[in-house]
């Protein structure tokens, strides 16, 4: 007898994340090379929305989102690593249309 599946569901005001894979190495507005293996201090990084719970009010689902990944919980389901967080742990949100923008795009 097969086991059954569970879906996840996140609660209240939890957000799951899943990081954008980072490029092997990143260019400085002057085309300076940046190895993958320098780490800048406190970097923020983007990453898409899986899931929000039922309190989270301002992402959805697909969105793209800015926050601190070393802040946060890691949990790992089926080999893909996601990372859990509160909403408010969330710096910048990534949409189509906005009504208080910052004029810069992704």
């Given at each position: ?17 899943r990081l954008e894979p980072e490029t092997e ?51 790992e389901v089926q080999g893909q690593v996601y990372l859990v967080m ?21």
């Open positions: 007898m097969a086991d059954p599946k569970f879906e996840i569901q996140m609660l209240h005001d939890r957000v799951m994340v190495e990143r260019r400085s507005s002057a085309g300076i090379v940046i190895p993958a293996t320098v780490k800048l201090a406190n970097r923020l990084v983007w990453g898409e929305v899986c899931g929000a719970g039922s309190s989270v009010r301002a992402v959805k689902a697909g969105d793209k989102v800015l926050f601190n990944p070393e802040e946060q919980f890691e949990v509160r909403e408010r742990d969330l710096h910048a949100v990534a949409t189509q249309q906005t009504d208080h923008g910052t004029g810069l795009y992704l």
